[in-house]
C-alpha cells in the first residue's frame, strides 16, 4: 500500500521555525520526486519544494527561496522541509507528494505527482 504520511505542523509565531516531515512507503523512494505544495484558504494550491531522490537536486518557489530547505533521508524513506523565518502570509496545509522520475519534467508538474498525503497544518501567527 502506497502510504505519505505529513506531520510536523502547527501554530508558530512570526519569524520561527518548523520542521515538517514526510515518510513514504509503498513504493521504490529513490525512483520518485518528492513535492511539498500548500494550499491556503481561498487560494489555489502551489508548489513549495521538490527534491529527486536519485540525485538530491532541489527546487523552491521564489517566495520560499532562502527561508525553505528540503532534504531527504533515504535510509529512512523520509523527506523533510525545514521552514524558517516564518510570514503570515506561509499559513496553508500542507502535502507531499511523489511523482515518477521517469518520464516526467523537473520539477514535475503537479498533474506529474501520483500519491499524495493527507495534509498538515501550518499557521503562522501575526
Known amino acids: 500500500e502506497v502510504q505519505l504520511v505529513e506531520s510536523g505542523g502547527g501554530l508558530v509565531q512570526t519569524g520561527g521555525p518548523l520542521r515538517l516531515s514526510c515518510a513514504a512507503s509503498?513504493?521504490?523512494?529513490?525512483?520518485?520526486?518528492i513535492g511539498w505544495f500548500r494550499q491556503a484558504p481561498g487560494k489555489d494550491r502551489e508548489g513549495v519544494s521538490c527534491?529527486?531522490?536519485?540525485?538530491?537536486?532541489?527546487y523552491y518557489v521564489d517566495s520560499v527561496k532562502g527561508r525553505f530547505t528540503i532534504s531527504s533521508d533515504n535510509a529512512k524513506s523520509t523527506v523533510y522541509l525545514q521552514m524558517n523565518s516564518l510570514k503570515p502570509e506561509d499559513t496553508a496545509v500542507y502535502y507531499c507528494?511523489?511523482?515518477?522520475?521517469?518520464?516526467?519534467?523537473?520539477?514535475?508538474?503537479?498533474?506529474?505527482?501520483?500519491?499524495w498525503g493527507q495534509g498538515t497544518q501550518v499557521t503562522v501567527s501575526s
Open positions: 527534491i529527486s531522490n536519485s540525485d538530491g537536486r532541489q
Open positions: 507528494a511523489a511523482a515518477e522520475l521517469a518520464g516526467n519534467a523537473w520539477p514535475p508538474r503537479e498533474y506529474e505527482y501520483d500519491y
Open positions: 509503498g513504493f521504490t523512494f529513490n525512483d520518485y520526486y
